[in-house]
DNA sequence: CTGAAAGCGCTTACAG
DNA sequence: CTGAAAGCGCTTACAG
């Protein structure tokens, strides 16, 4: 029902084969020629079927970016950042909505195979061996985001230095002249990283580390509500001198301020308290919370670009890559 | 490079018709071809090429849907409704992420002509002539969610029924025995019917509109708040013996908090404030935010529901459909 | 229950 | 600068 290629070559007297050629930007085409494939495409509204041009050229344009969970701003972003550079480039983006499933990611993968991306950037909670086995025999160029695959995998990824991170965020809260810093452990993978380093830190400064981890999903805000306050109230019972709070997340730390504000204990006062993530309305002056910042779009941007080295054949492994975090100051921590 | 179905067909000895029909589910097959077809995809790990078979099938099974804003976990919500029933029936949906841009959108929609998608559910902030063009060239059936394209457009619609929603909650705010109840118009559509109802209700009440509108966007909590924020310092201004707010969403909402801070006045004490929306902070107790909510998953839900009724034929030409909403009372507004 | 053939709408060597 | 032909990997009447 709609016009084909062949339509517009029978109406300006030519093959299909020249309508192609000035579809696709040849340049050794007579003007005059190219002027009238242009006249008929615009009489017939010709539109070129995609799915037909995927088929014969063996690439699709097409690049599969996973998000954990759609309804989480901070995913989003991530993926804002990837979409522009690889839209400048000619790719288009397919979106899939893992809500936090490994089954979905399988499915999703299959999908892939299927339509034949081009690539993936994907961002998956645990690296199971189903799933690496699985991207071995897709045979699809992919990067992993903000998720650390194991080194064997040959999966190269971006993410941000939380080990660094935290560092920087404890030796902010330590010039400060805090000594009794405790802290909220997100129960991830960058969960463990950040604990890490957080450990590290008091070990090299000789400080106590007070560390206390809930096993509660911290990903939506009432689960990580009800995690952070508990942790912080488990923080007031076990250690009672505690001046400074650095909480894995945003999220916990808002957990964490609930708990402090039932307690009577004002911030910062009487706690200083510290996020990460930068969420959008920590900056409310009822939090006012310092935290950890990591320039979501700018990894989804260094992820895309890496994806695209690999498909243009510019690198094969191209090096992992660590982006750097900064701390937002705000008014909920002061010096001690 | 990646095996095709008449390799599978050659490993078994049948033709490729038959490697088709099993792969389609036809019942008119030997049992034991079958297990050979099997067998055989397994081995030869085959996964049938979809680009293929968009192209000799009528359809692709891909269902655009465009979100505003990826960073708004507003329209994310509303997406994943849609998204379930849409896959639940074998489809895929292709998101695209307009970035408020109407320009976006239109290559949107070209792209959809591309890739032929079977529908498209939108969300265009304007119904343009431009737009209303394109959609009659692409012939794709499409359905608008959260926004009333013109009646004679003939594009069916989902969406809340704001009218009554805000009629239900200013009756709301009356029995609570308010009579100076201001409200803060969203700049948008939407913000027009709120306002609209608003002032009906106040004409039909006998009590004095007291609206207040400011000309900055109210999509981006940063300027929300500050919408929200001037909005409120005006109300106090022109109308100051206020005792109850209503905020067209809860970001403007949280502005007029702020403002209400800073001018040492107190929630509910010394005003009554209701947002609508129900963003998912705002339950935080700091806020507390009495809010009217609009059922998000169920408005993707519905919106997918009438597109595949357009799409296999049920229907032609659905009935619009305006879904209703609920008050969730919290905290923030009390007696007068 | 199964196969041969034509077709979906493009692209791309190959020739001239 | 342009055309005829083959091919991309499926599906689907048509026949038997």
Known sequence: MSATIRDVAKFCGVSASTVSRVLNGYTDISEETAARVYAAIEKLDFVPNNTARMLSKKNTRLIGLTIPD??????????????KLLQENGYQIFYGNMERSSEKLLSFLQQARQ??????????????????NTLQRIHIP????????PQSSGVPFVDNDHYRGVMEMMTYLSDLGHTKIAHIVLPTGIGEIRREA???????????????KIDLPANKLDQARENGYRAMQRILAD??????????????????????????????????????????????????LTTLSLNRAEMGRAAAQMLLDIIENRQTHPENLLLGTSIIVRGSTIKK
């Open 142 to 149: 992919v990067v992993a985001l903000r998720r650390r695959p």
């Open 70 to 83: 759609i309804k989480d701003p901070f995913f989003s972003e991530n993926a804002a950042g990837a979409e």
């Open 198 to 212: 957080y450990r590290d830190y008091c070990r090299i400064r000789g400080i106590e580390a007070r560390d206390v």
């Open 115 to 132: 339509m034949r991306f081009d690539g993936l950037i994907i961002t998956p909670d645990e690296w199971t061996e189903e799933l690496l």
């Open 239 to 288: 250690y009672p001198d505690t001046t400074a709070v650095f909480a894995a997340t945003d999220q916990l730390a808002i957990g964490a301020m609930v708990y402090l504000r039932e307690a009577g204990l004002s911030v910062p006062r009487d706690m200083s308290v510290a996020g990460a993530n930068d969420m959008e309305y920590t900056s409310l002056p009822w939090f006012d």
